[in-house]
């Protein structure tokens, strides 16, 4: 199983991006898809996440900014980014938790990160 992340670069503040992620390999099932960021010096953190069946869950930080969808049938999870602030720079990294095999047993994968710079 694969995560591979597309988009993020760098904009000026209040400017918009968007980032993507597909999960290809031996799927059996997806629990959750979303995505973390992890800032120089700091803890990796949830940006959003989208659990099967469920409704999308965001950091405080960027609620009413951000926007998480999923595409159930290609296996992807994409993260709209506006209004975005200089604290908002980070690498972007995509998260989903998938079953590999029939026995439900989740496992925990990440994609490869994407960097989204954010200038003032």
């Known amino acids: 199983v694969q995560l591979q992340a597309s988009g993020g670069g760098l904009v000026q503040a209040g400017g918009s991006l968007t980032v993507s992620c597909a999960a290809s390999?031996?799927?059996?099932?997806?629990?959750?898809m979303g995505w973390y960021r992890q800032a120089p010096g700091k803890q990796r953190e949830l940006v959003a996440s989208?659990?099967?069946?469920?409704?999308?869950n965001y950091a405080d930080s960027v609620k009413g900014r951000f926007t998480i969808s999923r595409d159930h049938t290609k296996d992807t999870v994409t993260l709209q980014m506006n209004s975005l602030k200089p604290e908002d720079t980070a690498m972007y990294y995509c998260?989903?938790?998938?079953?590999?095999?029939?026995?439900?047993?989740?496992?925990?994968?990440w994609g490869q990160g994407t960097l989204v710079t954010v200038s003032s």
């Open positions: 390999g031996n799927i059996f099932s997806i629990n959750t």
């Open positions: 998260h989903a938790q998938i079953s590999a095999t029939g026995d439900w047993t989740m496992i925990d994968y």
């Open positions: 989208f659990r099967t069946g469920g409704r999308p």
